[in-house]
């Protein structure tokens, strides 16, 4: 047996050892969503009798977690936003960090559970609570989600970075240009970062604009890369718009997936889908009081595609290509 076939059988015990000990100690709340692709998810809350706040973490376990890569990880709740996600994620982030090599998800678990606790004390009373913020129920812009079990996790590597030199007078937001389609309004925005204080600060700048802070969903997504580790730090936010910001992210990351699982030619045909870094993409959708179904999440993506052409993030698509393309369509038209 070699060492690297030794260490990846270690890592899978390690793995096996946890899931049993996490099955047992949790119950039903602990759910196996594809034990071939070691996909899990946990549902945790403040309380066992009447629980004000609850969420789901839902994890992909590398095959070399723990001895080397933290879980994949996503934190699920229509409750859970902005600087609330950010704080809950660096403490998961610094758990794993002060843990490296070790199994963290009982950590993680536990940490998560102390976060609704302190949320839930904190809290003067439920009544105080808009009635979105507790419930899951879905806008009524969302009875049209397409998603079908599309569920795209948010892959988040988690790292702790030092030097957060970056001033908010250092921040350069980028705003695309509005695109309308049935009264319902998109717009992108763009800023470089390289730390999640940056993303902090890019989030408090905009939202400092009456306008874009009382957009009806405000999505973002944003990857950092870690020269250091040679990795990625990167999270989304739906804000309300079910699976717009996975999906979002997915278009930022994705060529990096197809990277890894295609083979050259095809990489060629699909340079269009993105490996973007250290840079953060928001858009802003203005409802409009028309539903437009899958339409919604197509706008969305080409307000982000745009501006990170616009600012030279990624090539722009090739004009000649489009034109060929055409024509080909038009021949094959004609043949009908």
Request: net charge negative; proline share 4%.
């Amino acid at each position: 047996m070699s060492a690297d076939s030794a260490v990846r059988d270690d890592n899978l015990q390690c793995q096996i050892d946890e899931i049993e000990a996490l099955s047992s100690i949790y119950g039903e709340e602990w759910c196996t969503i594809d034990e071939a692709a070691r996909v899990f998810c946990i549902k945790v809350s403040d309380g066992i009798d009447k629980p004000k706040w609850t969420l789901c973490l839902q994890v992909i376990l590398p095959p070399d977690y723990p001895g080397v890569s933290p879980p994949i990880y996503q934190l699920n709740s229509p409750w859970l936003r902005g600087a609330e996600r950010m704080e809950l994620s660096n403490s998961l982030e610094e758990i794993y960090a002060q843990n490296l090599g070790e199994s963290i998800l009982y950590m993680w678990v536990e940490r998560i559970r102390e976060f609704l606790v302190e949320k839930s004390q904190n809290t003067d009373s439920a009544e105080n609570l808009e009635p979105d913020q507790r419930t899951a129920e879905i806008s009524e812009d969302a009875e049209e989600d397409i998603a079908d079990g599309f569920h795209v996790l948010g892959p988040i590597q988690p790292l702790i970075l030092s030097d957060e030199l970056e001033d908010e007078e250092e921040l350069l937001i980028k705003h695309g240009e509005p695109f309308t389609d049935r009264r319902s309004t998109f717009q992108a925005h763009l800023a470089p970062v390289v730390t999640t204080k940056q993303v902090k600060l890019v989030l408090n700048k905009l939202y400092e604009n009456k306008k874009i802070a009382n957009a009806t969903h405000n999505i973002y997504a944003y990857r950092i890369y870690c020269e250091d580790k040679q990795t990625f730090l990167q999270d989304c936010e739906d804000d309300g718009e079910t699976a717009a910001g996975g999906r979002l992210l997915h278009l930022l990351q994705a060529f990096n997936t197809f990277q890894k699982n295609l083979g050259q030619r095809q990489i060629r045909a699909s340079n269009e889908i993105l490996d973007v870094r250290n840079v953060m993409v928001i858009v802003s959708r203005w409802f409009g009081g028309i539903l437009l179904g899958p339409d919604r999440f197509k706008h969305i993506n080409n307000c982000a595609r745009n501006i990170l052409m616009d600012e030279c993030y990624i090539d722009p698509v090739d004009d000649s290509a489009k034109s060929a393309d055409k024509k080909k369509k038009q021949r094959g038209r004609r043949g009908k």
